[in-house]
């Protein structure tokens, strides 16, 4: 019985809990609006601040979208090692 090898590929659990990484989204966002605001001694105004927090927020979420794409080129390239590496254990032997 074959099993599809990208069904297996998105089987295996994701290590990263995406609910924690929102919330690290959110804090650094904040706390980027804030530094700037401490390292300029000014203050934004509350259309600016929430502009900005959702711009980080969204840069930062594309990027974590690029790393799960990453992700799943990983798995799929160690499973072709794992089958290149059986192979040979297995044609050693003839």
Known sequence: ???????????????????????????????????????SDATLSSETREEGIAKIKGALWQRVDELKRRRMQLLAEMFTLAETTLEEVINKGK
Do not use: W
Not at 7 to 26: L, P
């Open 1 to 39: 019985m074959a099993i599809n090898e990208e069904e297996k590929i998105r089987s295996i659990r994701d290590a990263v809990d995406f609910a924690i990484v929102g919330d690290n989204i959110s804090d650094i966002a904040e706390f980027t609006v804030e530094k700037y605001e401490f390292k």
